[in-house]
């Protein structure tokens, strides 16, 4: 898929569009491939990422103040379902441009907004509702749609957050990565200790599954040779607490035993990785006679 975001004056609101083609499988055995490109129309006051050398940025140059997605916290994408977030955004220009009459957030992720493999979304052009903070700058907030399907695995890491504005002038710039936000894959847990009710001195055996959405395939697929917090909690305790750390194996399966001692609930607890999010299990009761 290619995103190509374009910005115009649409009843004073800025509209960026995507280009979704549909692609034939791809080599590697996805349903899906990626068309190059994710390119912003040229902007007519030039992007303030890269401002010319040879010229001197005043106070009154049109310029992206912020630009936030989910509050700045990671995104957790699962295998079907599309995630909306939020964004807001903060633009400023000089009474010389009419100050800033829209601004909008759009993520993409790669090495450059140029490159032919760079991936992005768009904003939800419809959720878009902007407030001026003064004569010369504005603040826009909307939502912005992942959709699963059109992601694969490696695009679980951290994304650029741009942003498009457009002056009262009808001046149009961006800025490309005005902060970052993490994009995670969403995972599962289950627990089973058994048997249950148990014998005190016998042995519990403790079976659980760590797995993870996995884009390329849009299935969830087990985490193998992760660590994993055995917990337990007491009868009457409000906490739970780690009783040691277990390894995943071959499809990301857990296993491991304990003694019998007093009544409560055992769990599995995954802190999460850069690119997976924290998952713990429901406990699992266990009546000790």
């Known amino acids: 898929m290619r995103i190509r975001a374009t910005v115009a004056g649409v009843s004073g609101a800025i509209v960026l569009s995507a280009l979704a083609v549909p692609a034939a499988q791809a080599d590697d055995g996805r349903s899906w491939t990626l068309e190059p490109g994710f390119k912003a129309v040229l902007p007519t006051v030039g992007d303030t990422s890269k401002q010319a050398s040879d010229e001197t940025a005043t106070s009154d140059d049109p310029k992206i103040i912020s630009s936030v997605v989910n509050a700045g916290k990671p995104i957790v994408i699962g295998t079907k379902v599309k995630k909306t977030v939020s ?145 337990f909690k007491k009868k009457g305790a409000k906490s739970y607490t780690t009783v040691r750390t277990v390894k995943t194996g071959s499809n990301g399966i857990l296993k491991t035993t304990v003694k019998a001692t007093v009544d409560g609930a055992w769990r599995y607890s995954f802190a999460g990785k850069s690119n997976t999010a924290a998952v713990s299990s429901a406990g699992d009761y266990v009546d000790v006679k």
């Open 87 to 231: 964004f807001s955004a903060t633009a400023t220009a000089g009474a010389f441009f009419g100050g800033v009459r829209d601004v909008a957030t759009f993520i993409w992720v790669g090495g450059s907004i140029d490159d032919e493999d760079t991936f992005g979304f768009r904003p939800d052009a419809k959720s878009i509702t902007c407030k001026a903070v003064d004569a010369v700058t504005t603040t826009c907030n909307g939502t912005i749609t992942l959709d699963p399907a059109q992601m694969i695995n490696s695009h679980a890491t951290s994304w650029h957050v741009g942003a498009y504005a457009m002056t009262g002038h009808t001046d149009e710039f961006v800025e490309f990565s005005a902060s970052r936000v993490r994009v995670q894959s969403f995972s599962q847990l289950t627990v089973n200790a058994s048997p249950e009710p148990v014998k005190k001195g016998k042995i519990i055996t403790i079976t659980g599954k760590l797995t993870r959405a996995n884009w390329d395939t849009g299935t969830y697929k087990g985490y193998v040779n992760q660590s994993v917090q055995l917990q």
